[in-house]
């Protein structure tokens, strides 16, 4: 199941006794145990009726005894446990979920681990309960599910202004929901998120960011790159070094593999290399401007210049020019 069809489950009031919310994704576990602890339940009935443990502070006995207690002035009652990868003995719980409380919902975060689905215990929370398993969302299924997320406000957002966000947030879920959320409070006159918008209310340029460096350099245009690097220079939080240089690395690495691509379509070749197809023509430009030799080259130039953003070989040469010195020779390639 889905995060989404979780919760609409919880809204209709279709409990499981047992929700384990598991994997590398903190943002959807935190997505469903916020919606257990503030919306189930009434302010009136939370009083009584919400029990949360955290796992390092817990004992197995203690959850177990707060599940078994019948709720008060409740249909049902809610039994939180958080941080339950530090909890010992947590599969002393495993007697408790074999014959859980109907009248009790316990939910459990277990983040950035997963069950071994073989054992006994995986397979009681399964065929008992929910078992939910949560995956990092990779750069390139961020476009899909931030217009996922614009459209829950019933709002659009254009290519350019998706692409600010996941080129300046990357997979920091939280921070995108929570800067969407705040540009759907403030939006007015339109129902359209544009990089205009992105610029105004997350703080993102439009002109000068990480995307449109990446853009010069891909074209070879050395006026607009070193324009980008100076506007870095006066606002040194727009893009820190140690965020411009993993970003074109991560370009030029993808831009590398198209040499190595069996054939096919730009859109077959996109998926094999995890790139969203709209911008595909962006890494097959670089890979035409800079040929074979020229990538390999431009890999190891950025894999020194990050040595030496770190002070290795390096005389303390400020960021704006290590990253002037980085772009001059390779746009010289």
Known sequence: MSVESIISDLKKKKFKPVYWLEGEEPFFIDEIMNYAEHQILKESEASFNLSIFYGKDTHWADVVNACRRYPMFSEVQVVLLKEAQQMKDLEQLESYIENPLSSTLLVVSYKEKKLDARTKFAKTIKTKGE?????????????????????????????KATLLLCENIGNDLSRIKNEIEKIAVNLKDTNAISDEVIEKYVGVSKEYNVFEL?????????????????????????????????????FFSKVFLIFSANGGDDKSIAASLGINPYFMKDYLLASKNYRYEGVEKILLLLHQYNLRSIGINDNNTNDAELLKEFVVKVIAL
């Not at 969302?137 to 709002?155: A, D, G, M, R």
């Not at 245009?221 to 240089?245: D, M």
């Open 214 to 250: 990446q853009d010069a350099i891909a074209k070879k245009n050395l006026s607009k790159a070193i324009r980008i690097i100076q506007y870095f220079e006066k606002n040194p939080k727009a893009a820190p070094i140690q965020l411009v240089l993993p970003s074109l690395y991560s």
């Open 131 to 159: 078992l939910f398993s949560t995956k990092k969302i990779y750069e390139n299924q961020l476009p899909e599910w931030i217009n996922s997320l614009v459209k829950q406000h019933q709002l659009s957002i254009t290519q």
